[in-house]
């Protein structure tokens, strides 16, 4: 989506739960229904911590464009790491409900969509072609970090899980391929979108808090996705109709 319908449309698409569902699915699975309930409150926060690892990547990335592409991308995922891991810290210091991790995580998602606005959108114009070793580079990382933090999970608890199952997942690598292939500026798009999408992954975290408990882990997966579902088609209607009506205004 990135390389055909631009950066924006994919950090928008970003927001949707792909690496968050896995991991909240598989504690859930190894670690019971009541674990993952719990990490899924903390999964809030996680996301905040995410934010701060997009904006930690935007300033680095920024700031090396001297350099050449790998030490680029290495030293922006350093800076990357070390803001989220910091803001990690702080939150799994800190007991809150539900409703708290959720209203705070609004916040910042306000937070992001002012600080992010001045970033510009790019396009993507000369595609680069994608390869099968591009698809398993994406495939393979996403997995990695997803059987690191699972099965972590039962040494560093419901905490520690719930946040680091925020983590970008799925957007990392993309960022990695995009920022080697195209430079910089397409992943700065990117960022500057994926707080838009970001409410998909409030509605499914706070739908799999409030179902699985209920419903269980197939039922509460599926009826969580629905709602994120609901909410990206919801939020992509409402930008296709605003980018219509100004079009006709011109």
């Not at 990547?57 to 001297?66: E, G, K, T």
């Not at 972590?152 to 520690?160: E, S, Y």
């Not at 970001?198 to 709602?227: E, Q, R």
């Amino acid at each position: 989506m990135a390389e055909r319908a631009g950066p924006r449309v994919a950090g928008i698409l970003s927001g949707y739960p792909l690496g968050t569902a896995i991991l909240l699915y598989f504690i859930a699975v190894e670690q019971g229904i009541t674990f993952a309930s719990e990490s899924a409150v903390y999964a809030m926060p996680g996301l905040i911590a995410t934010l701060a690892f997009l904006y930690g990547y935007f300033h680095a990335s920024r700031r090396l464009v001297s350099l050449p592409v790998i030490p680029q991308i290495v030293l922006s995922s350093l800076s990357a790491f070390i803001v989220y891991f910091a803001v990690s810290w702080l939150f799994q210091l800190t007991s809150m409900t539900l409703t708290q991790a959720a209203i705070i995580l609004l916040g910042a998602i306000f937070v992001a969509l002012v600080l992010f606005r001045k970033i510009e959108n790019v396009k993507i114009l000369n595609r680069v072609r994608v390869t099968k070793r591009v698809v398993f580079f994406r495939a393979g990382l996403a997995s990695i970090i997803v059987l690191i933090i699972s099965g972590l999970a039962a040494l560093i608890g419901p905490r520690w899980s719930g946040i680091l199952s925020g983590f970008p997942v799925a957007l990392y690598p993309t960022m990695i391929i995009l920022h080697f292939s195209y430079g910089a500026a397409p992943v700065h798009t990117l960022v500057r979108n994926f707080p838009r999408g970001m409410g998909a992954l409030w509605t499914y975290i706070l739908a799999v808090s409030l179902t699985y408990p209920v419903l269980g882990l197939n039922i509460g997966t599926l009826i969580s996705f629905a709602a994120a579902t609901v909410y990206l088609v919801v939020y992509s209607t409402f930008v296709w109709m605003k980018q219509k009506s100004v079009r006709t205004a011109e």
